[in-house]
DNA sequence: AAGACCCGCGAAACCGCTTTCACGGGCTTA
DNA sequence: TAAGCCCGTGAAAGCGGTTTCGCGGGTCTT
């Protein structure tokens, strides 16, 4: 059981020769320390091979050294490789500065749950939301002060800092590309439509579709739910209301995938007849036949940016939203 | 910064008219409290909204309520969607038994690097470790009595509490299924054989053949590396040095599908010609084309044990590794 | 030269809970 | 009935930092 004994202020004090307030001071950065006897402390640290113990400090001080990462997880959200890379980029950075990372992988519901009365009590000095389907919870915590940290466009427009991809930018990126390669009627399989960023990649695609001085056929946009067989059943769909349809761009790439698969069953030629454009690059747009052309995003610097803010909050610094740009990565569908 | 104003001991003492010995006894399922005096803690706990504040707690006993999950991030581990969904299953379990999961992703490297520090420290009630590439680390903390868990097979057998896949029972699964099919030559690519998980599904393979009375043709046996790159690799070899492989099993389902793009990109059919089996089912398998025969694992109930095993642990039981069975899941590729 | 300030520093209170220790009373034992 | 126990309980001493407060001495006014 034996943390193995540590040695404590006390002994740092005695060694250096000073109070243990001294000591304190010099290891929390207060300048306002005479250099000699700082220098004595940083030895006596360095010599004991003092490590300051985060409970006591925690308890003292009310500042834990936590930032907990909240997962929305009403389905198996985490299962998504997105959530683990977007989690090891605030991990890193979180890290680098000193703090820990606790994850909570829960159904966060009410504004009253488990997961909001920990958060609530103090026991971590912030919190970065993914995958949030309510805002109910976040104003609450807002409005306690708890410095927080959306990944995603929050729906309500709370002046909460956020970080994102820039889903607009992608979704023109990939229509743009769309046409550009001589497609003529491009239909698109949107994400789950409750999401910010399924909005945002229609809007994208809606306005390449308003420069170019048309407007897409009637049901050639369809409200996908991100899944494989969602981008299966609007493709057939789609085959079937408009024959001629040249261009399909899903909102992410399993649904294109999907799309893919059926119009491969049906013979139709993926590029030569249809060009499909997903989204997010994932390992399976590289795996694909023929290879997803997509729109790529960097999720780890999403999750290090969202790590960023935090840190900033946790200065008393003014923050302000970070959108990252995509690249479209063209492979062999587009 | 207000995490508003909470109740402590000496509140709920008054109100309850007790000491606060006596609430932390009643708050800590000391049984030694009369019961009416017991319900009156209960009723003041009730009636303020008391929490207990974790801090304070960890500070007085020496128990966090942390466990730290150490994800050895030399390349991004982490954005495999296997450790994410590992890691959920985790935190659920520990949640439950009302502990946080503290994430770290980090190069572990030495046994004394910061991840090193911070486990030994105290800081921690527990470690489960992902993906673990040295011991050493391993085999100090638990000197140290720090209640461990290793996801994976380790190494070297010390008594370390873990968890595993039936890497073995996969391994000889997907083999006898190819051989059952009517496969007469079979190759495997091996993951990484730095891992014990890809050693164990060869062993598996190697006791097909064993019971087969045969055994593998030299070159029949290629050492992967997991990565799609690698499966390609490996196929262009097997194909060029023995024409007449009719069955690959890969030892996870991305090397698969290299295999699996290979082969088709040379025209011979799958499964028609070659039948192609990976491991994991993950997506890629199921949206692949030909679908993907692979072997399943519960991802999830892999986390699940290794949180139970940890707090098997913490109540100071003994535990015996966990081993969980695999599931073979006939796709169209073989 | 005396009063007003400022600065660096230590003593001590404090953060909120846990745990040891000793006390008083009811019981058993001789 | 006296001595010995056991039990439920509260007082108080931590746990290891942080922070307030005030002191002594040097510097700056007037």
Redesign the interface.
């Known amino acids: ?4 004994a ?1 040695p404590t202020y006390a002994v740092i004090a005695r060694t250096a020769n000073v109070s243990e307030a001294t000591v304190s001071r010099v290891l929390n950065g207060d300048d306002s320390v005479h250099p000699e006897r700082a220098r004595r402390v940083h030895e006596a640290v360095e010599k004991l091979g003092y ?1 300051k ?4 400090s ?2 003292a001080s ?1 500042r ?1 050294g ?1 930032i907990a ?1 909240v ?1 929305d ?1 009403d389905l ?1 959200v ?4 997105f ?3 977007v ?2 980029g605030v ?2 950075v979180l ?1 680098e500065n000193g703090l ?7 159904p966060v519901g009410s504004a009253d749950g ?1 997961v909001a ?2 958060l ?4 971590v000095d912030g919190a970065i939301f993914f995958a949030l389907h309510s805002d109910a919870l976040v104003t609450k915590l807002q409005k ?3 410095p927080l940290v959306i990944t995603g466009t929050p729906h309500s427009s709370n002046d909460v800092a956020f970080v994102d991809t820039d889903n607009f930018g992608g979704g023109y990126a990939a229509t743009r590309h769309l046409m550009n390669q001589g497609a003529k009627k491009v239909a698109i399989i949107t994400g789950d439509i409750g999401t910010t960023a399924a909005k945002q990649r229609l809007d994208g695609y809606l306005q390449v579709y308003r420069e170019s001085g048309h407007v897409p056929a009637k049901g050639l946009i369809c409200e996908g739910d991100y899944s ?1 067989e969602s981008g299966q059943q609007h493709a057939k769909k789609l085959i079937a209301a408009h024959p001629d349809v040249d261009g399909i761009f899903a909102s992410n790439d ?1 649904m294109a ?2 799309a893919m ?1 059926v119009l ?1 069953d049906m013979g139709i030629d993926v590029p030569g007849k249809v060009r499909v454009v997903g989204f997010d690059d994932s ?2 747009a ?4 023929p290879a997803l052309t997509t729109i790529r995003q960097d ?2 610097a999403l999750g290090e940016a969202a790590g960023t803010l935090m840190i900033a909050q946790l200065n008393g610094q003014d923050v302000e939203p970070v959108i990252l740009p995509t690249d479209l990565v063209v492979r062999a569908s587009a």
Chains 1, 2 share one sequence.
Do not use: C, H
């Not at 059981?1 to 193995?4: G, L, N, V, Y």
């Not at 985490?78 to 490789?81: A, C, L, T, V």
């Open positions: 059981m034996a943390p193995i540590r490590k113990n985060r409970v006591a925690a308890l009310g834990t936590l990462v997962i997880d198996s985490f299962s998504d490789p959530w683990g890379t989690t090891s991990s890193r890290m820990q990372t606790v994850l909570m992988v829960s488990g009365q920990y609530k009590s103090g026991e306690q002060g708890l494989f399993l995938m999907g698969s491969q390992l399976i590289q795996t694909a036949r999720v780890v």
